[in-house]
Structure formats: structure tokens, C-alpha cells
């Protein structure tokens, strides 16, 4: 099977586009590194509420009954999760931090603790791409790492689907509450990890705008390649034709002086 074959077509973008294009890219990518910093260094990055259904307050002296139960209080467990530290409050504990162990060996005794240990696994993804994105910013500096490829939107890409998966994942792996009962557990991402999704957002428009820009800097050397040698063909192929005649015309005066110099002495030897 032959494939048709297809007419390239240049891409063609004045040099004024091609600069504003640039500096757009130039002015995403720094945005972005900004943000994924910010993400990486702040703790924002998820809220849970999770309902101690359970829980009884010392405290608390209502009798039961169906009354006192249906107004009862609904205590929660508040916890804010991220890359460094990991904050919760309950109603016997007041509002602390501790740092987070990437290899322990723990069991989750609840959602919140399970929801926290399954989110670990992004955050090698996070920092990876933090890192790639700063070697990134500095490669547009130093000509001598121009030829490396820096995969630092993919690394932010697999973040955030390893982050929203682990969290679907423990969420949703869990005993859903009937239709007339509130949710047992909520859940929302903090201003981090939508920074996060901002800087992928940053690094595919900045790639986009540098990937225009090569293509257009690419068929126009490419145009003027190709226009080169046309030129140039066409002025051998008329040099060829401006020479041609001339010669023909130099043989045809040297075939008839030696006709004739040839009769000449043909006559004198009679």
C-alpha cells in the first residue's frame, strides 16, 4: 500500500508575532514556576471533614430516645493534608500538626488516616516536577543544556492524577450513606493543589506557544532553503543557455575558416 502523498504547507508568522508568541511563552513559564513553588512549599493542598458517627462526648448528658436522636450533634474530624505536614482537630483533640512519614508502616484506623497515607504516593511526582520545572526555567539561560529534554508537564500530569486517583480511590472504596442520611465524609482541594493544576495548565500553553514558534522559525529556514537553490538552478540553467549559442557559433567560424583554407591549398597544389 503507497500513502498519498501530502503538500507541506509553511507555517508563516511575521517576526513581530513570532516575539509577542515568545514572550507569552517566556511570561508562562515563569508564572508557573512561581506557582509550583508556592504549591510545593505550602501545605494547602486538601480538606476533609470526615463524621465521627460513634463518637460520644463525656461530656454530653441527653438521654436517649428518638427525639434526643434525631437532635443530637454531629461532631467531625477536620484534617488539612499536604506535602510536609499533616493538621486535624476532633472534639478531644485540639488543632495540631505533625510531619509526614513517607515509610511508615501504619495501619489507617479511619478515612481521614487512610485518605492521607494513600496520597503519598503523588508527591515524588510534585517534587519531581518542582525540580524539572526550575531546571526548565534555567535551561532558556545556559546554551550548553539546550540539547536535554525536560519532561516537567508530564511529572505535574502525573501528580495530580495519582493525588485525585488515591483520593477516589479510599473515598469511594468506602460504605456510601443512604439517601435520607448526610454524607459521612467531605472532601475539597485547597488553593495548593489548584495552583498545581494552574502550573500544568502554564507549562502546556508556554510548550504550546514555543512549539509554534519553532515550527514557523523551522519552514521559514526551510522556505528560504529551498528558495536558494531554486535560485540558484535557475541562474545555472541560464548561464548554460547564454554559452550554449556562443558556442555553436565559435565552431560553425572555425569549421568555415578551415574550409576554406583547406580549398586554398588544394588550389595551390593544382
Known amino acids: 500500500m503507497i500513502a498519498p502523498v501530502w503538500h507541506n504547507k509553511f507555517l508563516k508568522i511575521s517576526y513581530m508575532n513570532q516575539r509577542f508568541l515568545t514572550k507569552i511563552a517566556c ?23 470526615e463524621v465521627l458517627k460513634y463518637y460520644v462526648n463525656p461530656n454530653d448528658t441527653t438521654t436517649g430516645g428518638s427525639e434526643d436522636y434525631l437532635n443530637q450533634a454531629i461532631y467531625f474530624k ?23 512519614n513517607y515509610f511508615t ?4 484506623y479511619d478515612v481521614t488516616t487512610s485518605v492521607e497515607f494513600s496520597v503519598h504516593r503523588a508527591f515524588i511526582f510534585m517534587i519531581s516536577g518542582a525540580v524539572l520545572i526550575i531546571f526548565g526555567s534555567i535551561n532558556a539561560y ?15 500530569f502525573a501528580c495530580i492524577i495519582v493525588y485525585m486517583a488515591a483520593i477516589s480511590k479510599e473515598v469511594g472504596n468506602k460504605i456510601y450513606a443512604s439517601k435520607i442520611d448526610d454524607p459521612l465524609f467531605h472532601y475539597s482541594y485547597g488553593y495548593s493543589f489548584i495552583m498545581l493544576e494552574i502550573s500544568f495548565l502554564g507549562n502546556e500553553f508556554a510548550a504550546l506557544f514555543s512549539l509554534i514558534v519553532y515550527m514557523a522559525k523551522r519552514d521559514e529556514r526551510m522556505f528560504n ?3 536558494i ?24 567560424e572555425k569549421s568555415a575558416h578551415y574550409s576554406k583554407f583547406g580549398f586554398h591549398i588544394s588550389r595551390n597544389y593544382q
Open 27 to 49: 511570561c508562562n513559564s515563569i508564572i508557573t514556576c512561581i506557582f509550583c513553588i508556592i504549591s510545593t512549599s505550602t501545605n494547602k493542598w486538601l480538606y476533609t471533614a
Open 78 to 100: 477536620n484534617a488539612t493534608l499536604g506535602p510536609w505536614l499533616f493538621c486535624w482537630l476532633d472534639p478531644a483533640t485540639d488543632f495540631h500538626c505533625t510531619k509526614v
Open 105 to 108: 508502616a501504619e495501619e489507617p
Open 142 to 156: 545556559f546554551r550548553e543544556f539546550l540539547g536535554k529534554k525536560i519532561f516537567l508537564g508530564m511529572a505535574n
Open 225 to 227: 532553503k529551498y528558495h
Open 229 to 252: 537553490r531554486s535560485v540558484s538552478e535557475f541562474l545555472d540553467n541560464e548561464v548554460a543557455s547564454i554559452k550554449q549559442p556562443a558556442v555553436i557559433i565559435n565552431l560553425s
